[in-house]
Each structure stands twice: as C-alpha cells, then as structure tokens.
DNA sequence: TCCTACATTAGACGTTGTCTAAGTCAAGAT
DNA sequence: ATCTTGACTTAGACAACGTCTAATGTAGGA
C-alpha cells in the first residue's frame, strides 16, 4: 500500500488526502468494490471528498496499471487493486460476489489460428459463473 | 428468423409488427448491436416504435435464451442473436469491432478444483483482445 | 364482431459516469 | 518560513443507458 504510494510519488503524483484515502480504501485482497461504494468508504475517512475525484483517482491508477476494472455484469464497473498478478474472475450467479482465480495452461493457446481472422491477439479475459457456497445452501 | 417467430408462438407470444420487427433487425451473423442501434434500424422499418418496447423485446428475447447479452466494453450492452451455438468473442481493442469465435478444448477444464472455492462453476465467458487487420495496417 | 388480457407508447425517472469553471493546495523555489 | 504556480479538488450540470408508470391500443380467442 505505502508501496503504491511511493510508486505514485515517483511518476510526480502529487499526494493529496483524497488520493491517500482511494488508495488505503482499495487496499487488500478480492477487493471489487464499484465507483460509488469506493466513494462511500472514502467519505467516512474524509467527508468532503468530491464524486469527481473518486472517478478521476480511479481512472488514472487504471492507466497507470495500479489497479483493473472489472465489468462482470453490466452494471456499475467495479475495481480491482490486483492488477500485479495475472489472475481471472468467478462470479456467484445469485449475489454477485466476486473471487480472483487463477486457470491453469496458456489461455490464448485455445484460440486457433484459423479463429483469429488476422487480429493480433494480445490479452483474454475470463468469466466463471456458478453459484457460491453461501448461495447453494441458502 | 421465421422459426424464431413459429417458437416464440409456440411459447405463448402475441406477434405483434414491434416484435416481428426486432427479430428482423437481429436476424444475420456477427450482429451485436446496441439496444439503441436495434431501435435506430427497427424505426426504419416501423417508424412509431417506441424506445421502451425495444428494450421490453430484447429483455424477453434473452430470458428465453434467443439472443444473448454481451458487454465487452462496461458501456452499452450488446444483442447477439447467435445464442444457440456455444462461442465466445474477439473484440478489436481500438475499434470496439466484436467477432464470434470458437476455442477448441474444454474451457471449464482450466479452473483446478482448488480454485473454485466450493463453487458450483456452471458457464465460463472468454473475451479475447487483440487488434483487427483494418486497425492495424491504418 | 366483440372482449379482454397483453402489448405499446411517451415521457418521467434512476443509475452510472463525464465535464466545466472556480477555488484550493502540494511541493519546489527563494 | 513563505511564495508561487500548475496540478488537484469541488459542486453541480450534463450525458448515456436503462427502467418504470399510467394511459392507450390491439392480437387473437369466444
């Protein structure tokens, strides 16, 4: 986290209270929380914290790699602070909950030459549904 | 296209020249449109239609398993009318083009079972990202 | 042909995200 | 320590996409 922070320092960011708070809210693991509820937990730290800078913050840790975003059902975008490591996503069809997974083998590898209709493939993204524990017992 | 209005009567549908006129626009391969871009072409053929009954069409359409939602882009989602083949999409990264594309091998297989977190994984969606021949020669 | 439950319509409304203009402040220079 | 300046933040308007409601229309069976 203070990692981030330094890494941050030295592109020239500049480090104001309300970037401190979006970084210290997005840490952890299988953290996938949308715009809005980053905005929600950053407001109890710094209560004047603006719409417009959570959106903005975000924005610009996913250009500069710090974190994903992650659309998994259409709705609001959520964020991803893992973006270091290489990893996928599993997603309970009744309450949304997401997991960081991590598929086995060359993923690309399963796309046939003959499939690529000349596109220079570069990257692939990959969607497990099912129903969580939680949701099978309920 | 005809056999999707003789099923959709067979399920209890009124036919009516909105819905008539919604199918036709999804009829072909390689159709992902937007909701409004089915509004835009369907107007042009039933000028009256309403934007609310486009999406009350398509909404039914997908429950029944006619036509599948994707959203590859976490902006509008998009209609693919081709949901009784299994494929998954490759999308150009510059100019947002979608082509449906079929990996060989089991794409559930690459999940170990310690990876599932005692998930029931029942579908797995695979966006691959690269860019298309009339991106990359411009 | 008539009836009625289902379908359609216009437009208000909700959610998510972007933009702008004005004010504020981090951090290097002095 | 203070100054200066350009980057940062803010409130709120705006835009894109989607949903909902109440009034009206109509497909298809009686």
Redesign the interface.
Known sequence: MSDLLERLRGRGWRLTAQRRVVAEVLDGDHVHYTADEVHAKAAELLPEISRATVYNTLGELVSLGEIM?V?T??RA?RYDPNAHHAHQH?V??RCGTI?D?????D??A???AE???????????????????GC?TA
């Open positions: 975003e659309s059902d259409g975008k599993l309970c069809s997991r997974v991590h598929p086995v083998g993923l690309l399963g796309l046939p499939e690529r209709f000349g596109f220079q493939v570069a990257a692939v993204e990959v969607t497990y549904r099912g129903v969580c524990p099978s």
